[in-house]
């Protein structure tokens, strides 16, 4: 046998059986929905591996996961300077891949849970003299989803936070 032939003989079975091979095929219906609720469970560590994910999505590409969002919907993504888009981000993946799924109902209460996770852990991100007002506000937006499924905040919502984070502010700088 010659040296070329020896070389393209396993070269050619390769290229076959990597042609016969559909990366449709490679992820099934089962492992889409565990990839999807390794990342939408309440942890950080469930947040960091989506998150992670987000910012290399071709890496993901097989499994077709729907990664649209309008982060906040109609409510306020930085409220009061609180920065909620990616936490908005999330959960927006959460209901549209497990819609997609045809498995929203059986896993809304955890995404609305985990919303609220993220939410409190950016909060904890700040000062302590604002982080009430930050977690009123986590409270808030996570009972919109909770009991509405979009994330709805009132003006009143906004601006009683927005006192209260001044309040807090004004009594720190007092006391300093």
Known sequence: MSRLRMLLVPAVAAIAVLATASPAA???TAEKLSVLSSWTQTS????NAWNSARQNQGAWSAYAFNW???YCSSSPD???GFDFKLSCYRHDFGYRNYKEMGQFSANKARLDSAFYEDLKRKCATYNVVVRPA???LAWTYYQAVKN???VAVSKADIARAQRMKESALRAAAAEG
């Open 134 to 136: 930050c977690y009123s």
């Open 44 to 47: 950080s560590t469930s947040y």
């Open 26 to 28: 490679a992820v099934t």
């Open 68 to 70: 649209s969002t309008d």
């Open 78 to 80: 930085n409220p009061i």
């Open 148 to 150: 509405f499924g979009s």
